[in-house]
């Protein structure tokens, strides 16, 4: 009999920041479609999203990939239900109101390859510090590069499962990596990025390693990690128009506590006003600014004022299904 394995992967309850969790279904004959993929069950009770007298949360498919590292595998992700079928609260997917693909986004993705035997990242010295930061930034070369071999298992894992993947690099600081995400869809960009983060974690298991989405997880003289959000939609993208481009940022500025609210846990160590970041209460914007809140990329200006916007200030631990629909809904306010 043809058994598949099914990982379906969800969110749990956890804040300020979710953690991602997975167990694996057996299903004989599987068509490999999302539509076979039944509703399943898990413990809240253990995920911090429900009581022990009432456990029972749902898990509701909603993407499925192929699963690169097993044989007859797929990934499927899942939205968090309640009993009664109804959006659980920590389930920031439900949270998008736009179901078409007028947005798009573009997720770089921000993280440092973690050693848990030291409790610093890969690449550190146990006792003091390794050379100052700018010589890692896209190095090579073993007293520079960190973790290569983790990093490219994991992005040929991910074009195996066919995620969008259009770039990796090694980052500012030490044992820092990046990837970049692109996705037609508010809701198909975090189910990529999600996928991606889980495929992660998983194959940094094999090395010894952990996945660090801290935004700042070493204090000091030394970048943070986020997850910047390029974005735009069909106006952006055909308008020709400085004023609109303009006037999109303006909008962004007036709901500043809004967008930090749901960018990241912590993000304040990060958005201090160095390291190629402004500061956490205010707000910015500007033509290839790295220093901005909004980095209005040189592309655009040079295309027409044609093309997207760059929020520089979601961390490396926000959700992107929350991000993006922030995103979303001041975007269209401003227009």
Known sequence: MNKSKLEYIWLDGYKPTQSLRSKTLIKSNFSGKLDDCPMWSFDGSSTQQ???????????PVVIYPDPDRSNGYLVMNEVLNA??????????????DDDNDFWFGFEQEYFLWNPDTNLPLGFPTNGYPSPQGQYYCSVGSENTFGRDCVEEHLDQCLE????????????????????????????AGDQVWIARYLAERNAEKYGLSINLHPKPIKGDWNGSGMHANFSNNILRTCGDEKVFNKICDE??????????VYGADNDQRLTGAHETQSINQFSYGVSDRGASIRIPIGTLEDGWKGRLEDRRPSSNGDPYKIASIIISTTKAAL
Do not use: M
């Open 50 to 60: 429900a009581e022990g007298n009432a456990s029972d949360c749902l898990l509701k």
């Open 84 to 97: 009664d079928a109804t959006p659980h609260e920590s389930n920031g997917r439900a949270t998008i109101n």
């Open 161 to 188: 499962a066919g995620i969008n993947v259009e770039g990796i690099n090694a980052e500012v600081a030490t044992g820092q990596w990046e990837y970049q995400i692109f996705a037609k869809g508010a809701k198909d």
């Open 252 to 261: 962004f500025g007036k709901n500043i506590k809004k967008h930090i609210t």
